[in-house]
């Protein structure tokens, strides 16, 4: 080849190299000025998000952690000697704050949950919200909640409703104090920016202290329901006793080992709390069960969309949270992340109360379960 040859090749190769240096830079400037134009429209483009917007699977900004109750009930003891409770605050309520959530009273994006503590003669003011709320007493006992002047016992092992929009106060007629889990969809209402808040009477609606409130006496008989009362979105039932709670999980297990099938896997028996005028959840946004398991059991490893919050009533464990170990006992609560793997290992018999935000998965037609090891 010759030199001049030579030389011409290098003229061409640089002439291409310089167009398409400046097609590159005249596209970069075009699109440079349609993302300004995207942005001063209030437009983001799906091509720039799109793994953000739709993940492979869920993306919980929820981690797996655990509260001990053997650290939460002296700080909420010690919020009684110098919090006081009424109007204003209108709760002693500490809320479980999630670590992947900071800065927020969020167990998870959807559940709020906390520690309520009313000193001896103490009275909480009445008020209602849109919020749907539960209450489970791990122990004590003295306290009457009021939802809708229905004065409620609040016992050991219990679960009470405060379904949306009802008025509740709560009173404590005895000289010692009590705390218990409060649960509500706090995250999830407001989310949906559906938050209606109202203010009671400042007075208690009652200070009766009967052994069953007006709901158990109208509600609470297996298998009966009054002729003529219509279906309810939340159950009418307000008061599910520990008394019943222990009878069913009870039979469950002595049928087993009868050969009659009924438990949701070996040695694990489980309970849910159901409205008694349809049969579906007792609260529209929030499932409430209860599970048992025989000492040396192992559940099955299973993935769910949509968070939970479980509490240990009475015994010890294993849980498996995802990547986390949990040593749990008495009292104790853990979060368990939408699509996060989870098993439990008893280590004696152990009681568990669960509470999650399936029914509204279930009715948003999202809901989804994985059981076994994920691979």
């Known amino acids: 080849m010759s ?91 500490m809320a479980l704050s999630n670590p992947g959530l900071p800065g927020l009273p969020y167990a998870t994006p959807t559940l709020w949950t906390a520690i309520q503590y009313l000193g001896p003669r103490e009275v909480a003011p009445s008020h209602r919200h849109s919020q749907g709320a539960f209450r489970f007493i791990v ?102 006793r520990w008394e019943h709670t222990d009878a069913a999980l009870t039979a469950q297990l002595e049928l087993e080992q009868e050969g009659v099938p009924g438990v949701l896997e070996p040695g694990h028996a489980g309970v849910r709390f159901s409205n008694p005028t349809t049969g579906r959840d007792a609260l529209v946004t929030m499932r409430t069960e209860m599970r048992r398991l025989r000492a040396g059991t192992r559940t099955t490893p299973v993935r769910t969309v949509g968070s939970a919050v479980w509490q240990v009533f009475e015994g010890e464990a294993v849980a498996q949270v995802g990547d986390k170990v949990f040593e749990i006992a008495k009292g104790d609560l853990f979060v368990v992340p939408s699509w996060c793997e989870v098993s439990l290992s008893a280590r004696t018999e152990v009681d568990l109360f669960r509470f999650s935000d399936e029914p509204v998965y279930e009715a948003l037609g999202l809901a989804r379960t994985f059981r076994g090891e994920h691979k």
């Not at 200070?207 to 008989?221: D, M, Q």
Request: charged residues 25%; without cysteine.
């Open 3 to 93: 030199r001049a040859s030579s030389g011409g090749r290098r003229t061409h190769d640089l002439e291409v190299s310089v167009t398409d240096t400046t097609s590159e830079q005249t596209e970069r400037k075009l699109l440079d000025e349609l993302y300004a134009d995207f942005e001063d429209a209030g437009l983001i483009p799906l091509w720039t998000q799109v793994d953000g917007l739709m993940p492979m699977s869920p993306q919980s900004a929820a981690v797996p952690h655990l509260w001990r109750w053997a650290e939460l009930l002296p700080i909420a003891e010690r919020s009684g000697e110098l919090v006081p409770v009424g109007r204003g605050g209108e709760r002693r309520a």
């Open 139 to 240: 122990e004590g006992e003295g306290v009457w909640t009021n939802v809708d002047g229905d004065a409620v016992a609040m016992r050991r092992g219990d679960l009470l409703l405060t379904p949306s929009w009802a008025f509740h106060e709560h009173q404590n007629v005895t000289d010692r104090p009590m705390a218990w889990l409060d649960g509500l969809d706090i995250p999830l209402v407001s989310k949906l920016d559906a938050g209606f808040f109202e203010f009671g009477p400042d007075e208690l609606s009652t200070r009766e202290t009967p052994e069953r409130s007006r709901g158990e006496r109208l509600w609470g008989h297996p298998g009966l329901r009054p002729i003529g009362r219509p279906d309810q979105p939340n159950s009418p039932l307000n008061a599910y």
